[in-house]
């Protein structure tokens, strides 16, 4: 963690596999959008951009809600938090 840009926000799915449900990034927004917060754009795209990778929309996270999410999740036996190129990278 920590490596997040100030205003960014992932676009957290959901997706049930056997006994555990597996977290996973569908996309990293930011302040791009003109008077729009990257925030309010997840928010209007990411059911959509995890539907399109077999999710669910978990929910559309900062950088500082990606640690606690981390720290909620992480270490819970139900969940599995998928890494894009390595540990630590969720977004």
Known sequence: WGHGVEGETCCMCSQRSGMKVLLFAAGDYSTRY????????????????????????????????????SDKYGYNAGYQILHWNHYGDIC
Do not use: N
């Open 34 to 69: 003109g008077s729009h917060t990257a925030a309010w754009y997840c928010d209007q795209v990411c059911e959509v951009q995890c539907h399109f990778r077999g999710g669910h929309k978990f929910g559309c996270y900062d950088e500082q809600h990606l640690i606690m999410m």
